[in-house]
């Protein structure tokens, strides 16, 4: 009998996901709104240390067993489901005129670097398969304090996210303990402890790393106690974020699109909190939307080959 899913990892990709279209909003709403207030760039740097640190973390969950199928197998997986949306939308973003032919501007502009990133951590982890994870959380856990400043193509900021994809590897061999853990009063200080350290990151210039990937870690394990709160309490809101979670993908792609494209027509807002709202909700709307409409057959080869073998 195969084994059930487990829901909290979808439940913190979903509201990791939630996140990053709540936090993207600033620039699309800018546009219509004339500025970016400043309780919009406070929130955007007290989610900073939870949304793509979390989902860098659920990415990393799921490797040690899908390295069990084989090294081989696994990469050529992430070759379909990663390393192609990555080609394709790269392509369809420099068709829509962003100037993404250096690998350098790439880094710095294109909010695809995650998933370049991430294919990077998983070959990486193929290619340490049979050493200890925390060895490689360890080492990345140094590199960022190690390797600071600008550096060649920008790629430091590889080693800035690495140590969250290798805790999620780590937290991989107590899956069968974690919700046991949230029903814990210990589970109750690990969230206080990461909304505080959100908090303070809504400080800018007071902290510099390791604590940036302390506070990242502290969020991240807030964030897992919560997911196992909400599998276990509400069922409905449960739903809901595994379908956002289940979606990531293509969300996080087709959001910038929609976004990109509502603010170039949208006609101006004096009210920011309005501006917000409206062009906040219709994004996650018509992201939502697109997203279903993509897991559709022949849509989804926009997102993944994986259909076209017999992996």
């Not at 090294?71 to 070759?79: A, E, G, P, S």
């Not at 068709?95 to 670097?113: E, H, K, N, P």
């Not at 193929?126 to 390797?147: D, E, Q, R, T």
């Not at 006609?267 to 897991?295: E, H, I, N, Q, Y």
Request: net charge positive; aromatic share 16%.
């Amino acid at each position: 009998m195969a084994q059930q899913r487990e829901s909290w990892p979808d439940v913190l990709r979903g509201m990791g996901i939630l996140f990053v279209v709540l936090v993207h909003i600033r620039f699309f709403a800018s546009a219509p709104l004339g500025y970016v207030p400043n309780w919009a760039l406070t929130f955007a740097a007290a989610a900073a240390p939870f949304y793509l640190p979390a989902l860098f973390f659920v990415s990393g969950y799921f490797v040690p067993t899908s390295l069990r199928r084989g090294r081989l197998r696994f990469v050529w997986i992430k070759v379909l489901t990663l390393a192609w949306p990555l080609l394709l939308w790269n392509v369809i973003n420099t068709w829509r005129g962003m100037d993404l032919t250096s690998i350098s501007d790439f880094l710095r502009v294109s909010y695809l670097w995650f998933l370049l990133y991430l294919f990077i951590y998983s070959a990486l982890a193929a290619l340490l398969k049979g050493v200890p994870a925390w060895i490689p959380f360890a080492i990345s856990m140094v590199l960022p304090v190690l390797v600071s400043g600008p550096s060649v193509m920008d790629l430091d900021r590889v080693f800035d996210f690495a140590p969250y994809f290798f805790a999620g590897m780590v937290a991989s061999r107590w899956r069968d303990s974690i919700m046991r853990w949230s029903k814990t009063p210990l589970a109750v200080v690990a969230v206080i402890a990461g909304l505080a350290g959100c908090v303070w990151s809504a400080f800018p210039g007071s902290i510099v790393a390791p604590m940036i990937q302390i506070i990242s870690l502290a969020a991240i394990a807030a964030g897992v106690v919560l997911s196992a709160w909400v599998t276990l309490a509400t069922p409905t809101l449960c739903k809901v974020f595994r379908w956002l979670g289940m979606h990531s993908l293509e969300i996080y792609v087709l959001h910038w699109q929609i976004g990109l494209l509502i603010a170039s027509w949208w006609p101006p807002f004096s009210d920011a909190r309005l501006a917000f709202f409206v062009v906040g909700s219709t994004v996650m709307a018509l992201a939502c939307v697109a997203s279903w409409l993509f897991k559709k057959p022949g849509l989804r080869l926009a997102f993944s080959l994986r259909s076209l073998t017999r992996i």
